[in-house]
């Protein structure tokens, strides 16, 4: 159990039933008054982000989350299926659910699946993943000047900034953290 | 890399030599004024018992929430003029505007009263800002006098969706307050909020025309509460008897709240006289442009 002095940025806890995490936090005290704890929470089951503040003494129930190593195996029109290697068992996790993760996801990709209960709430990647540049400029010949970048579009459908050196077919590893491009990879 | 670690720690840097500066302006002005610079001790056996404030023990004592017991008894005592900057302490305060160990100055003077002192801060912010504007987040303040004064029961009509009466009586005082009032004040100009609940000034002295009100204000400049102000109480009796019913609301009991029977003692001596207290860090946030507590400090208490 969370009481009010615990609650900080990141902390996840329950909330009529449904796991939020704490986005936003800040501790204000209007002069002689009583503390106040102002969080930004958004519902990780809906992903609606609201305001609510809180007083000292109330108690917070932490919430009861599991992080399993999977698999991605497909999609299909109920969502994105994973499978725990170990047990076989699948879960399904719809699309607004994953939101631009699935842009790096490739087929049998390990990734970790957030487990609220048998419910699947979000995944998370590898920190790099490679994918392969579909559409990108045609090199400018000379134009060898570091930090001179161009638009590209990976396998997914995904945008993003390259060296003007990167062309179509080109495999490139992106940081799944901020979706920014690393190096060119070597197959 | 806009916010990057090196980005922080230079501004970080150009902060502190800011706060030295304004340390300094401020010790000028007082000693000009003919305060004198007092010292008194960080460790006491207790704080004035408030509800809402927490005191960090030290050993068999407590480190003190703020000077004003030891600046009292000073005035007790037959100085006249007072002022202190130093160290206070109040458990489980953290925030972007606060932190568990944090800066004071109070300042006090014998034979005057709240509205008194609002001509001091006058004083002492047009000493701090000679160019008379101040940038904040985007925005300008004009620093002139007289900076305009609100009693708080208006500044509920002004800005609140409920009078002042209402919010204490439903028990949302504070979140009417910080929601709807305070981050609209002192947003053109620095605004003296004035004229508190008497249950929300436990030191204070009450309005001999409204008992039902405190002389106390608080100084506020770009949404952000500066300082803390009162008329001193100087009767004993009534004194204790408020010491009495805070230690008797505090749920549950604490321990760390006591009788200040030394400070009740020498109350009786002490002439007339107002005092108040301004949170140095925040006035560094304020004069450098600054929206983090944490970048106006050499170390954060998590950095330790």
């Known amino acids: 159990m969370y009481s009010s002095s615990d609650l900080k940025k990141g902390l996840k806890i329950m909330i009529d039933g449904e796991p939020h995490v704490i986005e936003g936090f800040d501790f204000t005290k209007p002069g002689k008054g009583q503390a106040l704890y102002k969080c930004k929470l958004r519902n990780m089951i809906t992903g609606s982000l609201f305001d609510r503040t809180y007083r000292s003494g109330e108690n917070f129930e932490p919430a009861p989350l599991e992080e399993r190593d999977m698999q991605y195996l497909y999609k299909d029109e109920a969502g994105y299926v994973f499978m725990d290697a170990k047990t076989f068992e699948q879960v399904i996790l719809p699309e607004q659910t994953l939101g ?3 842009y790096f996801l490739t087929d049998n990709m390990e990734v970790k699946v957030l487990m609220f209960g048998d419910q699947g709430i979000g995944i998370t990647l590898p920190n790099f993943v490679n994918l392969t540049v579909t559409h990108a400029d045609p090199w400018v010949k000379g134009d060898t000047a570091a930090g001179n970048n161009k638009p590209a579009t990976i396998e997914s459908g995904y945008n993003l900034q390259v060296p003007s050196f990167v062309e179509e077919g080109t495999l490139i590893q992106i940081d799944t953290r901020t979706g920014e491009y690393v190096t060119r990879v070597k197959e | 890399m806009a916010n990057g670690p090196d980005a922080t720690r230079a501004v970080r840097r150009d902060n ?13 002005f007082f000693i000009t004024h003919t305060y004198l610079e007092v010292e008194t001790p960080h460790r006491i056996p207790c704080n004035a018992p408030e509800e809402y404030i927490e005191p960090v023990p030290s050993v068999d004592a407590f480190l003190h929430t703020s000077p004003e017991l030891c600046m009292k008894r000073l005035l007790a005592a037959g100085y006249p003029k007072l002022f202190q900057l130093c160290r206070c302490w109040r458990s489980a305060e953290r925030g972007t505007r606060h932190l568990p160990e944090f800066t004071l100055l109070e300042w006090y003077a014998s034979h005057s009263d709240y509205s008194d002192l609002m001509y001091t801060c006058e004083e002492l912010l047009c000493h701090l800002v000679p160019t008379g504007t101040l940038a904040w987040q985007g925005s300008t303040i004009s620093i002139q006098p007289p900076f305009e004064r609100i009693p708080l029961a208006q500044a509920f009509t002004r800005y609140a969706p409920m009078p002042l009466d209402d919010a204490i009586a439903a028990d949302c005082f504070e979140e009417t307050y910080t929601e709807h009032v305070e981050p609209r004040l002192g947003i053109a100009a620095p605004v003296f909020i004035y004229d508190y609940p008497a249950k929300m000034a436990a030191l204070a002295r009450t309005k001999a025309d409204a008992p039902h009100l405190a002389e106390r204000f608080e100084l506020y400049i770009g949404g952000m509460e500066l300082a803390n102000a009162f008329t001193e109480l100087t009767d004993a009796y009534e004194q204790r008897q408020r010491f009495n019913t805070a230690l008797e609301t505090i749920q549950p009991p604490n321990p760390h709240h006591l009788m200040p029977e030394a400070f009740l003692a020498e109350l009786e001596q002490m002439p007339p006289s107002a005092g108040i207290a301004l949170g140095i860090d925040r006035l560094v ?7 983090e507590i944490d970048a106006v400090v050499a170390f954060t208490p998590e950095e330790l």
């Open chain 2, 285 to 291: 946030m304020l004069l450098t442009d600054t929206a």
């Open chain 2, 16 to 28: 502190l030599y800011a706060r030295a500066r304004i340390i300094q302006q401020i010790r000028a």
């Open chain 1, 100 to 102: 631009n993760d699935y």
